[in-house]
T-cell receptor, first 112, second 111 residues
Framework: ETAVFQTPNYHVTQVGNEVSFNCKQT?????MYWYKQDSKKLLKIMFS???????VNETVPRRFSPQSSDKAHLNLRIKSVEPEDSAVYLC???????????FGAGTRLSVL | GQQVQQSPSSLVLQEGENAELQCNFS?????LQWFYQSPGGSLVSLLS???GTKHTGRLTSTTVTKERRSSLHISSSQTTDSGTYLC?????????????FGKGTLLTVTP
């Protein structure tokens, strides 16, 4: 049963617009992540948060900003989207140092 | 360069046959996981196996850490096993925080 919830499932927008994606986990985990899966299906880590604190920030353009209100929520905002931002954005969670990641169903972004 | 290489890139089997998927990695990995991604896109962790052999159901993973390779064996494949199998390691050592994924093996099981 799904325990990492992402909204929206799909989003279509135009170049230059701002978008926000939401992620919530009900597993009681203290660490959350955003991954990007490109058109070639390659998954890459973008951000990791532990207890609302940013612990990993890969070389992601500054127009991407994660936002965490508590350890169960990690949102992603993209200011001024560009065509190369078209991808599936996957949220995940785990315990700190835990062996297993739990993923949400993803948000598919299309930038026209 | 690519830190995690998976082979084959795709595999077609008939139902009932066994599958052997390979994962080779170029960095020391104290964390290694196998994931399954369904045709619809949802991603599920199958096994965490940084060393040795682990079994779960019809799945067996064997990781030889010093040779930097891991395999995933699927016995008696079923059509519902069709999807992409991804191998991921943490090259920074001992955590999930920066998992690096391979490109996956696309498995198709025909009736």
């Amino acid at each position: 049963e799904t325990a990492v919830f992402q909204t929206p499932n799909y989003h279509v927008t135009q170049v230059g617009n701002e978008v926000s994606f939401n992620c919530k986990q009900t597993l009681g985990h203290d660490t959350m992540y955003w991954y990007k899966q490109d058109s070639k299906k390659l998954l890459k880590i973008m951000f990791s948060y532990n207890n609302k604190q940013l612990i990993v920030n890969e070389t992601v353009p500054r127009r991407f900003s994660p936002q965490s209100s508590d350890k169960a929520h990690l949102n992603l905002r993209i200011k001024s989207v560009e065509p190369e931002d078209s991808a599936v954005y996957l949220c995940a969670s785990s315990y700190w140092g835990g062996a297993t990641l739990y993923f949400g169903a993803g948000t598919r972004l299309s930038v026209l | 360069g690519q830190q995690v290489q998976q082979s084959p890139s795709s595999l077609v089997l008939q139902e009932g046959e066994n599958a052997e998927l390979q994962c080779n990695f170029s960095s020391t990995a104290t964390q290694l996981q196998w994931f399954y991604q369904s045709p619809g896109g949802s991603l599920v962790s199958l096994l965490s196996n940084p060393s040795g052999t682990k079994h779960t159901g019809r799945l067996t993973s064997t990781t030889v850490t010093k040779e930097r390779r891991s395999s995933l064996h699927i016995s008696s494949s079923q059509t519902t096993d069709s999807g992409t199998y991804l191998c991921a390691i943490d090259p920074s050592g001992g955590s999930n925080y920066k998992l690096t994924f391979g490109k996956g093996t696309l498995l198709t099981v025909t009736p």
